[in-house]
C-alpha cells in the first residue's frame, strides 16, 4: 500500500483535526449529502499541491479554512497530511516513509513540508511527479468530473492523458530547460549589450595604451641616449677642465716670473740711460703699447662672453617655442639635508688637502650640485616669458655690434701702438747703442711675455668654452630629472661601452665633437617625440585598462559560457521533446487497446478507440490564391474519442445519453488507469449515474483496478460500497463541523458471525 494515512485539521468543514488510515486496497468514503464528504476528495488536491483554488469549489485561499459557525469559532488555517510508504523506494527519497503536509494561512501564505522539513512547491511537484502522481489528472476525479474527460478538447484530453502516461517529470524537465533557455538568452542580450556599451571606453584605452607604450619605449631610449650622453659629457669637460688647467699653470708661473725680470730689466734700464727722453719714449710706447694689448684682451672676452650668452638665449627662444619646460618635482627635506651633507664633506675633504686644483674642482661640483638641487626646486614653466627672451635677445645683439666694433677698435690701437713702439724701439737701436744689452733684454723679455700671455690667453678662451658647455650640461641634466626621473642623476654610475668593451676615460675625452653634437640631435628629435605622444598619468591609464580588458574577457566568458548553455538546452529540450512523443504515441495506442477492452466490458460490446488528430493550418498559395491546406509541424497532436455502442448507431459523443457517457468515462479513466497505474486513485461518485446493472460491472471493474492501484472510493452506491474493505463515514452535527466513523467489514462480519 502507498497512501498510509490523511490527516486533516481546519480544512473546509473538518474544523476539528481528523485521521484516516487506508490499509486496504479498496476504502470507500460516505455519507449523506453536505455532510462534506467530497471534502476529502480536495484535501488530497489541497496537499499534492493544487493551485487553482476554483478546482477546490472555493474563490479565495481564505475558503479553504473553516469558516465558522454559531458554536465553533472560526480558524486561522488550514492543514493536511498525507503519509505515503516508499518501501519499494518508488519516490527518489531515502526514507521508507514519506510525509507531505501543507499549510495554508488567512493571509494567502502557503507552507510546504516534506518530512517535517520546509520546502518549495517545486520539490513538491518533482516528487510526485516520479511517481505518477499530481493535485489534478486521471487518479483523482472529482465530483462531476467523470464527464470532464468526454467534453475537454482535443488538446485538454492530450493533456490528460500525458498525465496518465506518468509523463509530468519530462513536462516539467522542459518546462524547466524552457524557462532556464529564456533566462539565457535575456542574460546572453544583457552580456552583448554590455560588451557593446563597454566597446568604445575599450578601443579609447587600447590607443591610449599603444600611446603609452610607444611612449615608454621612447622613454627607454631616451633614458639610454641620456645618460650615455651625459656620462660623455661630463668626462669630457672633466678632462679637458684638468688639462687645461694644468697646461696654464706653468706659463702662467713663467708668465708672473718674465713680469718681474722685465720690471727689473726696465729699472737696469732707467737707471742706465738716466735721463734720456728717448729711453721715456722707449717706455711710454712699450706701456702705451701693453695697455693696448690688454684692452684688446679685456674687448675679446666680453665679446666672447655676450656671443656664450646670445648663443644660450636663442637656444632658448627656440625650446620656448616648440615645446614647454615641464615643471620640476619638489625637493624633500631628506633630499636637502643629503645635498648638504655631502657638500660638506668634500669641502672638509679639500680643506685638510693643500692642493689648489682639488679645491678648484671641488668648487666647481659644489657648484653644479647646488644648481641641480636649484633646477628642482618649484618654479615657474619658464623663468621669463618669450617677451622677455626676445627683449634680451635684441639687447644682446645691439650690445654684441657695440662689442665688436670695441674689439676691432682696440685691436687697431693694439697695431698702432705696436707700431709706434717698434718704431720708437728702431730709432732707439740706432741712437743708443750702448744701452743696447738692457734694451735686447728688455725686447725679449717682452716678446717671450707676449708668448706667454697668447698662450694663457688661448687657454683661458678653452676655459670659457668649457664652462659654456658645463652651464649646457647642468642645464641638460636638469631636463632629464625633470622627463625622466632622478635615475638619471646617476648616470655616472653607468659605464660607456662600445663592442662589448668599457671605455676609458682617455678615449672619451678625445672623441670628435661631432658625434656628440649628434648624440645632442638625437636626443632633441626623441624629446619632441615624446612631447608629442604625451605622458600623463601612465599607471592610472593601465589599471583602468587591464580592469576594462579583464571585464571584457570575462564577458566574452560569459558569453562563450552562455552560447554554449543556449546549444545544450535547445539539445536537450529537442531530445525531451523526442522522447514526450515517443512515449505519448507508444501510450496512446497501448490505451486505446485498454479503453477498448473496458468500453466493450461496460456495454457488454461495441468498439471505442483513440484517434491521433494531426493539426492543420490553412495557408493562401501565392500563384492563384487558392486555399491550400498545410501541416504545421509545431502544432501538438490531439486525441479525440470514437466510439460505437451495441445495436446503436451513435454519431459523436453529444449522442450519448448520461448513463452511456457515465461509463464511457469510467472506462476511458480506468483505461489509462491500466496502462500506467499510479500508486493510488481517488473517485469522487463517478458511479452516481449508474443503474443497478452497471453499477455490478462498475464493482466488478473496481476490484480488477484494485490489483494494481490502491482506490478512494466516495459514493452512495451500495454495490460500490460492498467492494470497499473499509468504510469511513462523515457526518454532519448541528454545529456544521464533518467528522469520521470507520468500520472495517472484515472485523463487523466477523462480529456478525
Known amino acids: 500500500m502507498y497512501l498510509k494515512a490523511l490527516t486533516i485539521n481546519g480544512f473546509k468543514s473538518f474544523a476539528k483535526k481528523g485521521e484516516?488510515?487506508?490499509?486496504?486496497?479498496?476504502?470507500?468514503?460516505?455519507?449523506?449529502?453536505?455532510?462534506?464528504?467530497?471534502?476529502?476528495?480536495?484535501?488530497?488536491?489541497?496537499?499534492?499541491?493544487?493551485?487553482?483554488?476554483?478546482?477546490?469549489?472555493?474563490?479565495?485561499?481564505?475558503?479553504?479554512?473553516?469558516?465558522?459557525?454559531?458554536?465553533?469559532?472560526?480558524?486561522?488555517?488550514?492543514?493536511?497530511?498525507?503519509?505515503?510508504?516508499?518501501?519499494?523506494?518508488?519516490?527518489?527519497?531515502?526514507?521508507?516513509?514519506?510525509?507531505?503536509e501543507r499549510i495554508v494561512h488567512r493571509d494567502g501564505q502557503n507552507e510546504y513540508r516534506l518530512n517535517g522539513s520546509t520546502v518549495r512547491l517545486k520539490d513538491i511537484q518533482e516528487l510526485l511527479a516520479s511517481a505518477n502522481i499530481g493535485p489534478t489528472g486521471h487518479h483523482i476525479i472529482s465530483?462531476?468530473?467523470?464527464?470532464?474527460?468526454?467534453?475537454?478538447?482535443?488538446?485538454?484530453?492530450?493533456?490528460?492523458?500525458?498525465?496518465?502516461?506518468?509523463?509530468?517529470?519530462?513536462?516539467?524537465?522542459?518546462?524547466?530547460?524552457?524557462?532556464?533557455?529564456?533566462?539565457?538568452?535575456?542574460?546572453?542580450?544583457?552580456?552583448?549589450?554590455?560588451r557593446r556599451e563597454a566597446a568604445p571606453h575599450l578601443r579609447y584605452l587600447e590607443k591610449q595604451v599603444q600611446k603609452i607604450e610607444k611612449s615608454l619605449e621612447v622613454q627607454k631610449t631616451l633614458r639610454t641616449v641620456y645618460v650615455e650622453y651625459l656620462r660623455r659629457e661630463d668626462i669630457y669637460l672633466a678632462f679637458h677642465s684638468d688639462r687645461l688647467s694644468g697646461e696654464r699653470r706653468e706659463p702662467a708661473a713663467v708668465l708672473d716670473e718674465v713680469k718681474r725680470q722685465l720690471a727689473a730689466a726696465k729699472e737696469i734700464l732707467r737707471a742706465a740711460e738716466g735721463s734720456d727722453v728717448r729711453a721715456g719714449e722707449v717706455v711710454r710706447a712699450e706701456e702705451a703699447w701693453r695697455s693696448?694689448?690688454?684692452?684688446?684682451?679685456?674687448?675679446?672676452q666680453e665679446l666672447s662672453k655676450v656671443e656664450g650668452q646670445l648663443a644660450y638665449i636663442t637656444r632658448r627662444i627656440t625650446e620656448r617655442s616648440r615645446r614647454v619646460t615641464a615643471p620640476a618635482p619638489m625637493i624633500a627635506r631628506a633630499e636637502l639635508e643629503r645635498v648638504v651633507t655631502s657638500i660638506e664633506s668634500e669641502a672638509d675633504a679639500a680643506a685638510q688637502r693643500d692642493d689648489l686644483a682639488l679645491l678648484k674642482r671641488t668648487l666647481i661640483d659644489v657648484v653644479r650640485k647646488l644648481r641641480i638641487l636649484l633646477e628642482r626646486a618649484p618654479q615657474e614653466v619658464e623663468a621669463t616669458d618669450q617677451d622677455g627672451l626676445e627683449s634680451e635677445h635684441k639687447e644682446l645683439e645691439t650690445v654684441l655690434l657695440r662689442l665688436k666694433s670695441a674689439a676691432e677698435a682696440a685691436a687697431i690701437g693694439e697695431a698702432e701702438a705696436e707700431a709706434v713702439y717698434q718704431s720708437v724701439r728702431q730709432s732707439r737701436e740706432a741712437e743708443a747703442e750702448g744701452a743696447r744689452a738692457a734694451e735686447r733684454e728688455v725686447f725679449r723679455l717682452v716678446g717671450e711675455q707676449r708668448m706667454l700671455e697668447g698662450q694663457v690667453e688661448r687657454i683661458d678662451r678653452e676655459l670659457a668654452a668649457l664652462e659654456r658647455d658645463r652651464d649646457e650640461f647642468r642645464r641638460e641634466l636638469t631636463e632629464a630629472v625633470a622627463l625622466l626621473g632622478r635615475e638619471v642623476a646617476r648616470y655616472y654610475e653607468v659605464a660607456v661601452v662600445v663592442d662589448g668593451v668599457e671605455l676609458a676615460p682617455e678615449q672619451i675625452a678625445h672623441e670628435d665633437r661631432g658625434v656628440q653634437r649628434s648624440r645632442r640631435h638625437e636626443l632633441e628629435k626623441l624629446k619632441i617625440r615624446l612631447e608629442e605622444l604625451g605622458i600623463g598619468t601612465t599607471e592610472d591609464v593601465l589599471r583602468e585598462w587591464q580592469d576594462a580588458k579583464e571585464r571584457d574577457e570575462f564577458l566574452a566568458r560569459e558569453l562563450t559560457d552562455l552560447t554554449t548553455s543556449v546549444e545544450k538546452l535547445t539539445a536537450l529540450i529537442a531530445e525531451l521533446t523526442e522522447e514526450l512523443h515517443e512515449h505519448f504515441f507508444a501510450g496512446i495506442d497501448k490505451i486505446s487497446v485498454e479503453f477498448n477492452t473496458f468500453f466493450t466490458l461496460m456495454f457488454g460490446g461495441g468498439e471505442a478507440t483513440l484517434r491521433r488528430i494531426e493539426p492543420k493550418v490553412r495557408t493562401q498559395s501565392e500563384d492563384d490564391g487558392a486555399a491550400i491546406v498545410e501541416e504545421d509541424g509545431e502544432a501538438e497532436v490531439g486525441i479525440e474519442l470514437d466510439v460505437k455502442l451495441p445495436n446503436k448507431r451513435v454519431?459523436?459523443?453529444?449522442?450519448?445519453?448520461?448513463?452511456?457517457?457515465?461509463?464511457?468515462?469510467?472506462?476511458?479513466?480506468?483505461?489509462?488507469?491500466?496502462?500506467?497505474?499510479?500508486?493510488?486513485?481517488?473517485?469522487?461518485?463517478?458511479?452516481?449515474?449508474?443503474?443497478?446493472?452497471?453499477?455490478?460491472?462498475?464493482?466488478?471493474?473496481?476490484?480488477?483496478?484494485?490489483?494494481?492501484?490502491?482506490?478512494i472510493l466516495i459514493t452512495h452506491n451500495r454495490e460500490t460500497m460492498s467492494r470497499a474493505s473499509i468504510l469511513y463515514g462523515v457526518t454532519m452535527g448541528a454545529d456544521g463541523v464533518s467528522k469520521l466513523l470507520s468500520v472495517r467489514l472484515e472485523e463487523a462480519l466477523a462480529v456478525a458471525k
Not at 488536491?45 to 473553516?66: A, P, T, Y
Not at 453529444?654 to 468515462?665: F, I
Open 292 to 300: 693696448a694689448s690688454r684692452a684688446r684682451q679685456v674687448a675679446v
Open 20 to 100: 484516516l488510515e487506508f490499509s486496504a486496497p479498496i476504502t470507500a468514503i460516505v455519507g449523506p449529502n453536505g455532510s462534506g464528504k467530497s471534502n476529502v476528495a480536495e484535501s488530497f488536491r489541497f496537499v499534492l499541491g493544487e493551485q487553482s483554488v476554483k478546482s477546490m469549489r472555493g474563490k479565495r485561499g481564505e475558503d479553504l479554512i473553516w469558516g465558522g459557525s454559531e458554536s465553533v469559532s472560526r480558524g486561522n488555517r488550514a492543514q493536511v497530511e498525507v503519509v505515503l510508504d516508499n518501501g519499494k523506494r518508488q519516490f527518489p527519497l531515502d526514507f521508507d516513509e514519506i510525509r507531505l
Open 143 to 194: 465530483q462531476g468530473e467523470a464527464d470532464r474527460i468526454l467534453s475537454a478538447s482535443a488538446r485538454e484530453r492530450r493533456e490528460m492523458i500525458e498525465d496518465a502516461l506518468g509523463l509530468k517529470v519530462y513536462q516539467l524537465k522542459k518546462q524547466e530547460a524552457e524557462r532556464k533557455l529564456t533566462k539565457t538568452k535575456e542574460n546572453i542580450a544583457q552580456v552583448e549589450s554590455l
Open 651 to 711: 454519431k459523436g459523443l453529444e449522442m450519448l445519453s448520461g448513463g452511456e457517457r457515465a461509463l464511457t468515462s469510467i472506462a476511458l479513466i480506468f483505461a489509462m488507469s491500466q496502462v500506467n497505474p499510479p500508486p493510488f486513485i481517488i473517485l469522487d461518485e463517478t458511479d452516481a449515474a449508474l443503474d443497478e446493472a452497471n453499477s455490478r460491472r462498475y464493482g466488478d471493474l473496481i476490484e480488477a483496478l484494485a490489483k494494481k492501484s490502491q482506490l
